[in-house]
Nanobody, 123 residues
Framework: QVQLVESGGGLVQAGGSLRLSCAAS????????MGWFRQAPGKEREFVGT???????YYADSVKGRFTISRDNAKNTVYLQMNSLKPEDTAVYYC?????????????????WGSGTQVTVSS
């Protein structure tokens, strides 16, 4: 059974930075595409970005140029570096894995999910 555990969330002032981590266990991490999503209170889950098994990325327009996804296959970990944070980035952030290695912006195409980590950006 694949498990994903996010960490690194917290409270930060607008303009600040955070780095989220997602540690995977129990599967073939290096072959998975990984995605980051977020959900703010009262809103639907939103795609943030994704990275292929080979390291190719793409991002939602709302975070492009500010957020960067990377992965360390030796550590079974994917990262989300968030810079120039804005109050509207406040949400619970989730990582997800697609076991077929397919990048997607659609949450329903991911097979495994973490439980999330809270990010709060104060103005």
């Amino acid at each position: 059974q694949v498990q994903l555990v996010e960490s690194g969330g917290g409270l930060v002032q607008a303009g600040g930075s955070l780095r989220l981590s997602c540690a995977a266990s129990g599967g073939s991490f290096s072959s998975y595409a990984m995605g980051w999503f977020r959900q703010a209170p009262g809103k639907e889950r939103e795609f943030v970005g994704t990275i292929s098994w080979g390291g190719n990325t793409y991002y939602a327009d709302s975070v492009k140029g500010r957020f960067t996804i990377s992965r360390d296959n030796a550590k079974n970990t994917v990262y989300l570096q968030m810079n120039s944070l804005k109050p509207e980035d406040t949400a619970v952030y989730y990582c997800a894995a697609n076991k077929w290695g397919a990048r997607s912006s659609r949450g329903e195409e991911y097979d495994y999910w973490g439980s999330g980590t809270q990010v709060t950006v104060s103005s």
